[in-house]
């Protein structure tokens, strides 16, 4: 003991000593100025990633994140030890390319994160085509002000460098041999960051990292740039994932399968045996535009109407990823889970897929898509012929011209009028029809209010005065919000799905035809519009205070909730039925096709989601960044914390075994695309062996 205390004091000593000698030499302000450059280089790009943290994630604890400014930091002196190798009139040039190098990673995250609420992925790079197509809708609704700031710190390096440059900075000599001691030096300086960084990481941390879903929590624990490096061999993965470990995936896919004990038949079996179906895929329409009225005027009157007639579920989520649109399609035809990187439509159009298309082709149904835009959008051309479609409907069937075109294409009351004498043509030719039709006017930015028709967002009152004249006085509200022209374009939108129920009814289609509408994805609209809309202040014409006993809560989860989109089925005779229902149980996206299907009789074994009416009470909606949701509570997996949604706790257990749940659905729904496990083995052999050419 005496021992071990007497070597303590030495090594007391001794640091006392060097802290002693250092201040004597002055040894860290003779750092700070032989290294002026260097330190600046690490300077700015930690700022950067600290500013990204705090714009995207903005709580306190997350920006502040120790562990996040460790991982940055080791990043940014490892790459930036390498500088010292040049001489020092190069060493500029290489520091500035990495500062910018950096800010740029920093700003498309930003942008992304805006858009998407999450962190920009490698494997998106392969989806640019897209975002060209839907650009403009980008530029205009997503840069903002702070996606500039990154551009800061490469203009500071620059002139800080200019500054070194006049004290003559770099006149200085250094040999070889001193050059590469300084970059051993730092080397080991970002190493011994790193280290110090692993030996703080969770079990938690480490499972994170390693399955990639929680993209948030990997930016909050890990910092920008060790995601972004993780996320570059993680987009390579498709290619070399499917050609290792496909043995761990088949057994973990048999293993869950024959696990998985399922209810196949309720009261709502063959309801709808040999119905044609017309399912609608509505751009980015919410559930919280039903019942929603500006002036008595309801937003979606025909939407109101299908809900109040037919089965109508209103706490209904959407589930896709970054593949949008894409990403519903494949949820709804599959019971599916987005995939983790890149996108199912995209990366793995090539893999076997069990759909409803598929399931009902084989019932003799013919099975078509119409949509007016391109036909190469999301790979729809390629990916159709995989989920069983058999005529795809684009943009060259229809007629598009400047006057018929809102935002991204078509018009919507044009595509389905257009569409009517396909659907006749159809009808005549096929005893029994699946089909989808994609709409196209209700996508961001929303700003072609001009084609949209009068529909006022604001508030109109008539004041009658004391000695009985009155007054019209109009309080502005929502106009000239994101918000506002959302509704308004949503107007349109719905009148566009009326105008087409009575096309259809005019034509006799909907006889013996399931009409089903599902609202693909929320519209990404900005929060602080939705905190108008719930808490205006008309007098002052802004937002109520947040301590104004009027005031309501609208933070990140009522925002994340309020994402709903709804889902209806309807037929002209369901008014009235005992089938003409609401449905609040919550549901999501993967459940669509368990509980169609189910409704006309047809059942996949390798559905993730579930009848809807086989799991009252009990359902767990999963989203692909492993947050969930059921009747009691939503989780964030970010934050790891819940709102309860009935007012009462749950249990560590529940949130244990909801979370695992997902989890491992959306393990097993990744491996079974990724590792094309639906197919039969000799096919799979085929898909394996053109991936391991490069295909
Ligand atoms: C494009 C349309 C919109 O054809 O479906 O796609 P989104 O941008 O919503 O993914
Ligand atoms: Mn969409």
């Not at 858009?115 to 790079?125: D, E, G, I, K, N």
Request: glycine share 6%.
């Amino acid at each position: 003991m005496k021992r071990i205390r007497f070597k303590l004091d030495k090594i007391k000593d001794k640091v006392r000593e060097s802290i002693k000698k250092a201040k004597e030499e002055h040894i860290v302000r003779q750092y700070v100025k032989n290294n002026s450059l260097f330190l600046t280089y690490v300077l700015m790009c930690l700022i950067n990633a600290t500013l990204l943290r705090f714009f995207s994630i903005q709580t306190v604890s997350n920006f502040l994140s120790i562990k996040a400014i460790m991982g940055d930091l080791a990043v940014i002196s490892i790459v930036g030890a390498f500088g010292y190798l040049c001489k020092p009139k190069n060493r500029f040039t290489y520091y500035l390319s990495f500062t910018i190098f950096f800010s740029a990673i920093c700003m498309i995250n930003s942008v992304y994160y805006t858009f998407y609420s999450s962190f920009a992925s490698v494997s998106m790079l392969s989806l640019t085509q897209y975002v060209g197509a839907v650009g403009d809708a980008v530029v205009e609704n997503v840069i903002q002000l702070k996606d500039l700031v990154y551009i800061i710190p490469p203009i500071i390096l620059v002139i800080v460098n200019n500054k070194l440059k006049k004290k003559n900075y770099y006149k200085k000599v250094e040999v070889k041999s001193e050059r590469k001691k300084k970059m051993i030096k730092t080397l080991c300086t970002g190493c011994g960051i790193l280290a110090l960084f692993l030996v703080t990481m969770t079990s938690l941390d480490v499972s994170r990292f390693i399955s990639q879903w929680n993209k948030e929590y990997i930016v909050m624990r890990f910092g920008i740039y060790i995601y972004q490096s993780a996320d570059l061999v993680s987009a390579i993965q498709p290619k070399i994932n499917s050609m290792f470990g496909y043995d761990k995936a088949k057994k973990n896919f048999n293993d869950y399968f024959n696990e998985k004990k399922e209810i196949q038949t309720n009261e709502y079996t063959n309801i709808f045996k040999d119905k044609n179906v017309l399912v609608i895929h509505a751009e980015s329409i919410q559930q919280n535009v039903i019942g929603l009225e500006f002036n008595g005027k309801p937003v979606s009157p025909n939407l109101n109407k299908l809900a109040s007639e037919g089965m109508y579920f209103s706490n209904y989520f959407s589930q896709v990823s970054v593949g949008t649109s894409s990403d519903a399609e494949l949820t709804f035809s599959t019971s599916l889970m987005p995939t983790k990187s890149g996108t199912a439509f995209v990366s793995y159009p090539n893999r076997e897929y069990n759909s409803l298309q598929k399931l009902l082709n084989e019932k003799g149904y013919y099975t078509f898509s119409m949509h007016a835009n391109n036909a190469d959008f999301w790979n729809r051309r390629t990916m159709y012929k995989s989920l069983g479609y058999q005529k795809f409907f684009s943009k060259q069937d229809y007629e598009v011209t400047p006057e018929n075109t809102i935002g991204l294409g078509l018009s919507d009351i044009e595509f389905f009028t257009q569409s009517i004498p396909k659907l006749q043509k159809i009808n005549e030719e096929n005893a029994n029809w699946y089909g989808l039709m994609i709409m196209l006017s209700n996508h961001t930015p929303f700003s072609d209010i001009e084609k949209y028709g009068e529909f006022p967002v604001d508030i109109k009152e008539t004041i009658i005065h004391e000695d009985g004249t009155t007054e019209e006085v109009v309080y502005p509200y929502m106009e000239g919000t994101k918000l506002g022209n959302y509704f308004k374009s949503v107007h349109y939108a719905d009148g566009a799905i009326g105008n087409f129920i009575t096309q259809l009814d005019e034509a006799g289609l909907l006889e013996n035809t399931v009409l089903v509408i599902y609202g693909d994805h929320d519209a990404r609209l900005p929060k602080n519009d939705y905190n108008r809309l719930y808490n205006y202040d008309k007098e002052n014409d802004k937002v109520l205070d947040k301590d104004d006993p009027n005031y309501k809560e609208y933070g990140s989860y009522q925002y994340e909730l309020g994402r709903k989109v709804p889902f209806i089925i309807w037929t002209k005779d369901m008014a009235g039925s005992k089938y003409n229902q609401e449905i609040t149980e919550t549901m999501g996206m993967y459940d669509a096709m368990p509980t169609l299907g189910n409704m006309l009789g047809v059942y996949n074994e390798y559905q993730l989601g579930h009848d809807i009416f086989n799991v009252l009470g009990q359902n767990i909606v999963c989203f692909p960044n492993g947050n969930w949701v059921t009747n009691k509570a939503y989780f964030n997996s970010q934050k790891i914390e819940y709102l309860s949604l009935n007012g009462e706790a749950i249990s560590e257990e529940e949130i244990k075994y909801n979370t695992e749940y997902t989890n491992k659905l959306l393990e097993v729904s990744n491996e079974m695309i990724v590792y094309n496990l639906l197919a039969k083995d000799e096919e799979n052999e085929k898909i394996l062996k053109e991936v391991e050419k490069g295909i």
